[in-house]
């Protein structure tokens, strides 16, 4: 039992130990395999590492392709149809591509290191560009139209953009310039608005733009206060001509009337075509005095007339054409456009019914003034021509009642009107020029009855006084004029005296005042006439060589009650009394005024309540009274 017992000890021995060399095998391969994961896991990360890496050079090429294909596209664009470019921050190129050279004409090389003024037309000025820099400068932008010029001196229009380009610290490194060429796109934009805004055959405005041109002439009208004038042009027999010649000859004489329109308007002034055989002038900046503006307006229509019915070739065929002109005044806008246009073809009508090649006005009462406006410088033609005019003389006197002298005043002794004012007559004899030859006749008769009054003691030291005129006196030889008539009558110089108007003193004043010294030289005088009511400064007075000024009636008028007419009046007085010039006051009707003259230092005086002017065998039994 006991040996049995052992065997059984000896037999658990055997398998614990054999237990423990395969536990110590197990703890072995345990080991072995805890090696071999950390060997996987040297691995592993080594693989990971390996992964980054690659992953990194994958990123980086592509951040590579990414590069190059900015710097192909870029560079794409930079050859694009629009010439590009490139400047420093002194506008001094760098860069140019080849749609640049094929626009301007100009080479890489030529241009490189050059300022783009090099492509200036000069159109543009300084203010252009001024806001141009501005805009860069503010906005780092600009972009518009500018006409440049090419190489070969060629100016065309092109469209422009100019970009201010920073760096990454936002400082200012380039400009970049993109321009197109743009004659082509303007062209045909010129092209579509002449085909709106013109007539096709004449090049005129049309009937569309010249709805617009005449609201716009309303409107300065408005604020100028100048008038203006419409003009209806009817061409007369145009459709006969067309049915006889074609056409072809009809298209050609509406051109040719076209370009004479065009040719006999001042700059401003719109011709235009209406339609058919019908054309409309605008006239502008016309007189502000409603029947001087159509005193304008009907001297305009004559030439007009006159210039038409000049003789045309057609084709080599020889034509007389006939039109009928219509008229009305516009001002402000008391009267819409189509309205104007209605009222005028209304007188286009009324000239047509009168007969061919005439003119009218709408305003009945225009037209009647205008007519009489007309025959009244035909009849002033006739009494030049057949000496219809007469002296009136105006006493002169001084502070004692003493005759000094007169002022020669002319009236028209018209045959059927009787007497006429100088009102009436002297703005027209401006106007047409035949102030002229009555300036003459005045002198001549004033002359020659200073010459019969230095026979007489009692009239020899009257002094006479005539109104020359501006347009009169800046005649070129008016001084000659003078002299011969001095000569003529063999008068003494010094009992003449010139007067003239401040007005006058507003042109050429050193033209005057040369004028002046000559005359004074031989004794002639000079009062200025009207003083207080014109322009004229004290440095032109203190030059002019007058010897008096005459204080306007307006300021004697009411002198006795009236504050500002007396200061008025005692300033004159004051300041001709400093400068060495006697006055004279006219229109003086009462004694209160003469008296407040007298007080304050005026001496000489001249109105109704001394005589009002009168023929010269009234005014010489007027002396026997001073």
């Keep these: 039992m006991n040996l049995y017992a052992n065997k059984e000890l000896l037999f658990q021995n055997e398998e614990k130990e054999k237990l423990v060399a395969e536990l110590v095998v197990a703890n072995e391969e345990k080991e072995k395999l805890a090696a071999e994961l950390v060997v996987a896991n040297e691995e592993k990360e080594k693989l990971a590492a390996e992964l980054v890496v690659a992953n990194q050079e994958k990123e980086k090429l592509a951040a590579e392709l990414v590069v190059a294909h900015e710097f192909r596209l870029a560079a794409i664009v930079f050859e694009s149809q629009q010439g590009m470019f490139v400047t420093d921050t002194k506008s001094r190129i760098l860069r140019v591509n080849k749609a640049f050279s094929r626009i301007s004409g100009y080479s890489a090389e030529e241009v490189i290191g050059q300022s ?90 049309n009937r569309r733009l010249l709805l617009d041109r005449l609201d716009l002439a309303l409107t300065t009208s408005m604020h100028s206060n100048q008038r203006g004038a419409l003009l209806f042009i009817d061409l007369d027999h145009l459709k006969t001509l067309n049915d006889t010649h074609g056409h072809d000859a009809g298209d050609l004489l509406l051109q040719q009337v076209a370009a004479r ?129 007469q002296l009136y003389y105006q006493i002169q006197v001084n502070s004692s009642g003493q005759a000094l002298g007169a002022e020669a005043l002319i009236r028209w002794q018209h045959p059927a009107r009787g007497l006429i004012s100088p009102l009436n007559f002297i703005p027209l004899a401006e106007e047409t020029g035949l102030i002229l030859p009555i300036g003459q006749w005045v002198l001549d008769t004033a002359c020659a009855q200073l010459k019969t009054w230095q026979q007489n003691p009692l009239t020899q030291d009257l002094v006479l006084a005539i109104n020359v005129s501006a347009r009169q006196f800046h005649q070129e030889d008016f001084v000659e004029q003078v002299k011969k008539t001095l000569q003529k009558h063999e008068i003494t110089p010094a009992l003449l005296k010139i007067e003239l108007t401040e007005s006058m003193l507003l042109e050429n004043i050193n033209g005057i005042i040369t004028k002046m010294n000559t005359l004074k030289k031989i004794g002639i005088c000079f009062s200025l006439d009207d003083f207080g009511t014109g322009y004229s400064s004290l440095q032109h007075l203190k030059k002019l060589p007058i010897d008096q000024l005459k204080i306007d009636q307006s300021f004697v008028r009411d002198l006795v009650t009236d504050s500002n007419d007396k200061a008025i009046v005692d300033t004159i007085i004051i300041m001709a009394h400093s400068l060495g010039i006697s006055v004279i006051a006219e229109g003086v009707e009462i004694v209160e005024q003469r008296q407040y003259l007298f007080d304050n230092g005026c001496m000489h005086y001249q109105g109704y309540l001394f005589s009002k002017p009168v023929p010269i065998y009234d005014f010489e039994a007027l002396l026997n009274k001073y």
Excluded: C
Aim: a neutral charge; hydrophobic letters at 40%.
């Design 261 to 389: 329109l065009t040719k006999g308007v001042k700059e401003g002034d719109t011709v235009a075509r209406f339609g058919g055989d019908e054309f409309v002038v605008v006239l502008e900046n016309l007189s502000q005095q409603a029947i001087e503006a159509a005193a304008e307006t009907e001297e305009m229509a004559k030439k007009i007339i006159f210039s038409l019915t000049q003789p045309y070739s057609l084709n080599t065929h020889p034509y007389h054409g006939a039109f009928s002109i219509g008229a009305t005044l516009l001002s402000g806008h008391e009267s819409a456009s189509k309205e104007l246009l209605k009222q005028a073809d209304i007188a286009m009508s009324q000239s047509k019914a009168a007969g061919r090649n005439n003119f009218r006005f709408f305003n009945q009462t225009m037209q009647e003034a205008l007519t009489f406006r007309a025959d009244m410088e035909i009849e002033l033609r006739k009494a030049i021509e057949h000496n219809q005019f």
């Design 116 to 205: 783009p003024k090099l492509l200036s037309s000069s159109i543009q000025g300084k203010k252009f560009y001024k806001s141009m820099w501005d805009s860069i400068n503010t906005t780092d932008t600009w972009e518009g139209e500018i006409w440049n010029r090419r190489k070969n001196g060629e100016i065309y229009p092109e469209h422009l953009t100019i970009t201010a380009v920073k760096n990454a610290s936002g400082m200012l490194s380039n400009y970049v310039a993109t321009l197109a060429d743009i004659t082509i796109r303007k062209a045909a934009s010129e092209k579509i608005n002449n085909l709106a805004y013109f007539d096709l055959l004449t090049q005129l405005p």
